[in-house]
Structure formats: C-alpha cells, structure tokens
C-alpha cells in the first residue's frame, strides 16, 4: 500500500495530525525566547513544562467521554481548543502563568491526541491496512513546517505572541475539515469504567514512553543547544527542531511501507539502534551541521516506534475498548512528551546538555528488550486465536 492511498484512507485524521504538528513545532523553536522572557534556569524551566504533564492526566479521563459525547465533532473540538491555547505562553507573564498556560496545552493537546489516533486505529480495522505511520509522517511534516516558519518569524523580529496568534488561526482554519464520526460504537459509561488489559497497555504504552521521552528532548532542548552551546543564530537554532520533524516525516512516511513488509517487534529494534547512534552524534557535535546531522538520523530511527506501539494498542484489544486503551497508551506515551524536557532540564543543569543527549541514547535502548517481550505477546495471541 503506498504512502499516498494511506494518506488518502486516512485523509480526515491526518490533517488533525498535521495540525498538531503545526502546534508544537511552533513552540519548540519558540523555546530559547520563552525561557529567557521568564528569566529561570534550565532546572526550573524544565520543571514548568511538567504542566503540559498534569494536562495530560487530565486528558487520559476526557477522551473516553469526549469521543462519546462530541461524536464526529470530537477532533474539531480538540484542535479549536488547542488553538485557543496556542495563545497562553506568549502571554505568560511570569513562571506561574507559563505552567498554568502548559496545563492547558498539555490537556487540550492530549485529547486530540488520543482522538485522532483513535480514529486511525479505527481505519485500520475496517480496512485491514497499515495507516499510523503514514498518518503520524503528517505530524512530523507539520513539526517541520511550524518549527520553520517560526524561526524565520523570529529572524524577522516577530514575537512570540504574534507568532502563536497566527499559528491559532491556521489551527483554527484546520479544524473546519475535521468532522468525522468514529467507525466503531464508543462504549457506555459502564464499559469505559472496565479496567482495561493489562499487558497491551503496559507494554505498548512502555514501547511508546520511550519514542516520545526521545522525541521531547530534541522538540524541547535541540535549538537551546545549538544556539547556546553551538553558538547558533535563531534561524539555526529553528533548524534543529526542523530537521528533527523532516527526517522524521520521511522516516514515518518510509514506514508505511516498511510495516507491511516485517514485523513490528522487528522494526523497533532496529529503529531504536538507529535513533540512539543519532543522539550520541548530537551529544559529541562540534558545530550546528554535525548537530543536523545527528538529529536527522535520530528523526529517521525513532519515527517508527511510536506509531507501532499505538498501532499494537488498538489490534491488540476488542474493538469496544480501542479508544479507551489507545487513550492510556498515549497518556504513558505522551506523557515522555512532557516529563522528559524536565528531566533533561535537571540533566542539562547538573552535567550540561551535551551529557543530557548522550542519556537520550541509553533510554532508546531500552526499547529493544521491550520489543522482545511485545513479540511474545503477539505470538501468544496469534496461538490463542
């Protein structure tokens, strides 16, 4: 199945994907001008992106709900939400606002998250298709697109909140093609109250921690690091985060082809190799282009993991509890989104940030002995069946 028929089964979904790609692209090259307007260290602002983690948590509980009572609309309500948000850090005037603006975001973000992917997963199923990682390559080009256009915005003397007032009304354009009912019955309250299966959850959601942990620290620090220990202007220190959400894009996108081809548990192995080699290049660069280049090779590696373990969430389950386990999936997954800029933040402060992309590689190892369990579970299942 080539990446453009994915693209176009999947057409309404990936747009949301796209346009939450445009979302945090734009704030991760709008991190160095965030940070230094509220004049905290790398250790404290870190800890304020923890906010993004609470919204999370808070939109793991929504989602289920959402999906059943917003129906077709539930995408278009996330992303007009999101795009209200899209204006809170540019205007955070202290530390507090900024982690209360984080909150809001990390809620509003997650439940668009959890509904597209669950829309996807749905596809999926009905078509007997491989569609995530075509679907999440469109996130990774509205990464790029967004990190781009922000960088040069700033080049151009542009603020911050002018830059995310704009990137709100192309959110808010976006939305209005986003109508789409759910291909499968959303459980009753009663059913979304049923615990969900452990094993699934736990390792997929593990498998996807790892992906977006990874991810979170290239999104959240890579144009600190080039402007600040590389010595980057704005537009290159905007490249980082750029080429991360380029090579990322191709790698999903290559994926798509790659899914249909080997097993799942097979390509995260190798993804994993891959990505962790590209973060040891970031650590070690002595310059912005040796940077580039280990962040491409990091993009190529780990753009195919996280699509796999959401893939595995949703054919792993009844299709009465997809959304519901999809959404605990993404709030383990997601989560890495948010706790790991903190973490690298505390990293960065004690040891500096060269040492804290070095620590990305070791975590992105830690994706292979989970791959080997995963494919045991989907030998068990296919004996079962």
């Known amino acids: 199945m080539s990446v453009l028929s994915a693209l176009s089964l999947a057409r309404v979904p990936a747009r949301a994907f796209f346009a939450l790609g445009i979302f945090w692209g ?16 790398d250790g404290r602002f870190g800890t304020l ?20 009572l917003l129906g077709a609309r539930g995408m278009q309500a996330a992303l007009v939400a999101l795009a209200a948000a899209m204006l809170l850090p540019g205007a955070a005037p202290a530390p507090l606002a900024f982690f ?12 668009l998250d959890v509904l597209m992917n669950a829309r996807v997963s749905e596809l999926e199923e009905v078509s007997g298709r491989s569609l995530m990682n075509a679907s999440h390559g469109s996130f990774s080009l509205g990464y790029a697109a967004g990190a781009l256009a922000t960088g040069l915005a700033r080049e151009a003397g542009l603020g911050p909140l002018t830059i995310f007032g704009v990137g709100a009304l192309v959110l808010a354009c976006i939305a209005a093609s986003l109508r789409m009912a759910p291909l499968a019955s959303v459980p009753d309250p009663g059913a979304s109250a049923a615990p969900s299966p452990l094993w699934p959850v736990a390792l997929c959601g593990a498998v ?11 999104e959240a620090w890579s144009a600190l690091h080039v402007e600040r220990t590389l010595g980057g202007s704005a537009a290159e220190g905007a490249l980082g985060p750029a080429m991360l959400g380029l090579t990322m894009a191709v790698g999903r996108f290559s994926g798509q082809l790659v899914a249909e081809r080997l097993r799942e548990w097979q390509v995260i192995i190798a993804a994993a190799c891959l990505s962790a080699s590209g973060a040891l290049v970031v650590a070690a660069a002595p310059n912005p282009a040796v ?30 509890q997809r959304t519901q386990v999809i959404s605990r999936v993404a709030v383990i997954g997601f989560a890495g989104l948010f706790f ?14 060269r040492a804290a992309f070095a620590s990305v590689a070791g975590l992105l ?5 989970l791959a080997l369990v ?7 299942g296919r004996a079962a069946a």
Request: aromatic content about 6%.
């Open 26 to 41: 734009c704030f991760a090259a709008q991190v160095p001008v965030l940070k230094a307007g509220l004049a905290v260290s």
């Open 49 to 68: 992106l923890l906010g993004s983690a609470c919204g999370l948590m808070t939109a793991m509980w929504l989602a289920p709900r959402a999906d059943r």
């Open 291 to 320: 940077a580039y280049l280990g962040f491409g090779v990091l993009g190529l590696g780990v753009s195919v993991i996280a699509p796999m373990g959401l893939a595995l969430a949703g054919r792993l389950v009844a299709p009465h």
């Open 208 to 218: 996807t921690l790892v992906a977006f942990m990874s991810e979170a620290t290239v």
């Open 374 to 380: 995963l494919r045991g579970l989907q030998r068990a």
């Open 365 to 369: 190892l830690t994706a292979v002995p």
């Open 100 to 111: 209360a603006a984080m909150l809001v975001m990390g809620t509003c973000s997650g439940l």
């Open 340 to 353: 790991a800029p903190a973490l690298m933040g505390h990293t960065s402060e004690a040891f500096g940030l």
